[in-house]
């Protein structure tokens, strides 16, 4: 196993199965990886292994309780997920995965789950019926949907005696995904990383408007996502519900005039532009500053092309990684691939819009990524927050073509 060549704060969950003891072992290669560990326990986690054990190992004091009058700071779930660049539960009961699940947050370790924005790693371990049942396997199922990593369990004979899924995954396995994972989180170290997200809308009077139905939940999902990975994000939005994680600099737009606006402002600054918003097509020609009434049966009104933000981008970006989006009913590939070279685009996504359960509105998207280097992607239907990691894994390449070209940059100089 290759070390991690910067030290990286874990946090490490231990809650209360018989393999609690195998955490140790981890903690252990974690250290032998530079990694500095902080363990934070369940009550039940203490009747298989005690704190002094985790203390011992890692140098530092075991956390359990929310009211813990060791600890140096009342708000401690706070604190340590601030520090922490990712948290790692292993293993992983049924009963903290239904908690994480449905945010239940009655202890310290619960509470963290809550409020930690870095990724999170979990490694289930319980009794085969137990992980099979409906209800794990649906928890489980949600927190995939939500970008949350799930390591194992692997099959074999269990502490009770039974056979079946539902051992800890080995432990080299759980510390190879934890440096993988923290690898994947440094790629956009340095970034200045620009998202727009949402629909816009175009008034026709003071209290109609043209848009469309977008929730703007995959411009959110990348920003969210490129922040945990390091970047400094900026978010441009239209109206939606959604909101913004602490740490993304957010700019409220309403026009798609506006947008391009703030747009332009921030671009001189940014590495890469992601254009996942709907920006509207058409605008009413004439504004109406009175409202119009309704005393025609017929109401014919005539539209102009809003400003084209995305190919204005690309006639302009030099050495910007430009990422755009193609909102498609039929022939996804070929209706992207056409935008992707009249753009100038580095890559885009086409998404299957206009099925229920894709699009608009929905939790999930499935699409075709182009690049264009002629790569070509289908990727299943999939929550937006996996397809915000699959797209920004999309930009490893151009990172490193950037790297290279900034070293020659400078040799040269």
Partial sequence: ???????????????????????????????????????????????FITPLTFESLTGRHVYSGLFDPQSPSAMEHIELSKKSDLLLIAPATANIIGKAAHGVAD????????????????????????????????????????????????????????????????????????KTELKTREKLNGKEVLVTAGPTREPMDPVRFISNPSSGKMGFALATEALKRGAEVTLISGPTKQEPLPGIKFIPVVTAREMKEEVFKCLAKIDIV??????GDYQPVRYSKQKIKKDKELLVLEFKKTIDILAEIGKKKGNKILIGF?????????????????????????????ISESGFQSDFNKTVILTKGGKQEELPLMSKTNLAG????????????????????????
């Avoid at 894994?393 to 290279?404: A, E, G, K, R």
């Fill in 1 to 47: 196993m290759r070390s991690i060549k910067k030290q990286k704060e874990v946090l490490l969950g231990v809650t209360g199965g018989i393999a609690a003891y195998k955490a140790a072992e981890i903690v252990r290669l974690l250290r032998k990886n530079d990694c500095s560990v902080t363990v934070v326990m369940t009550e039940s986690a203490k009747q």
């Fill in 107 to 178: 202890d310290l370790l619960s509470c963290l789950l809550m409020t930690v924005i870095k990724p999170i790693i979990i490694a289930p371990a319980m009794n085969a019926n137990m992980y099979l049942s409906s209800v794990v396997q649906e928890n489980i199922s949600c927190l995939r949907k939500r970008g949350v990593k799930i390591i194992g369990p692997e099959k074999g004979e269990l502490a009770c005696g039974d056979e079946g899924p539902g051992r800890l995954a080995e432990v080299e396995s759980i510390v190879d995904a934890v």
């Fill in 274 to 279: 992601i254009m996942a918003a709907a920006v």
């Fill in 326 to 354: 193609a909102a498609e009913t039929e022939q996804l590939a070929g209706n992207a691939k056409g935008k992707l070279k009249k753009k100038n685009l580095d890559i885009i996504v086409a998404n299957e819009i206009g």
């Fill in 390 to 413: 699959k797209i920004l894994d999309m930009l490893n390449p151009y990172l490193i073509s950037s790297l290279t070209t900034t070293k020659k940059f400078s040799r040269l100089k």
